[in-house]
C-alpha cells in the first residue's frame, strides 16, 4: 500500500492509482534542503467529508525523473530564487545543476497526471 488517508481511511495502492485519483490535488511542495528529494509533496484529498492533506515523500515520485540521479541542491548558489522554500510556488527553476530544479520539472509532472473520470 502506497497510502492510507488519515481521516477518512481510502487507500491508495500505486502511485499511478492515488495521481489517477480524481479526488487527489496537488497543493505544494514541502522542501528539505539539503536533500530535496527528501522533501513531501502535499495533497489534498477531496472526498466529502474527508478534505484533509496528504503527503508523500518526493522520492517515491523519483522514479519519473530519472536524470535527477547524482544531483546536488545548489542553494548558496547565486542564481537560486529561493523557490523551494515556498510551499505553492511551482515556477521552474533556473539553476540548471540543481536537484530542487528537477524536482520542480517533477512537479509539473505530478499536478498534470491524467485523472481517471
Known amino acids: ?11 491508495w495502492m500505486t502511485v499511478g492509482a492515488f495521481l489517477e485519483d480524481p479526488l487527489i490535488e496537488y497543493y505544494g511542495y514541502q522542501a ?14 477531496l472526498a466529502d467529508g474527508c ?19 547524482g544531483l546536488i541542491p545548489m ?13 505553492k510556488n511551482d515556477h521552474p527553476c533556473e539553476v540548471a545543476n540543481c536537484v530542487g530544479n528537477r524536482v520542480r520539472q517533477l512537479i509539473g509532472q505530478v499536478k498534470n497526471y491524467p485523472k481517471i473520470a
Open 32 to 45: 528539505t534542503l539539503d536533500d530535496p528529494l527528501k522533501g513531501f509533496f502535499l495533497f489534498s484529498h
Open 1 to 11: 500500500m502506497l497510502k492510507k488517508c488519515t481521516l477518512c481511511a481510502k487507500e
Open 75 to 87: 542553494k548558496s548558489d547565486p542564481g537560486c530564487q529561493g523557490l523551494c522554500l515556498d510551499v
Open 51 to 69: 478534505r484533509t492533506t496528504l503527503a508523500l515523500k518526493v522520492d517515491v515520485f523519483a522514479y519519473m525523473l530519472p536524470d535527477a540521479v
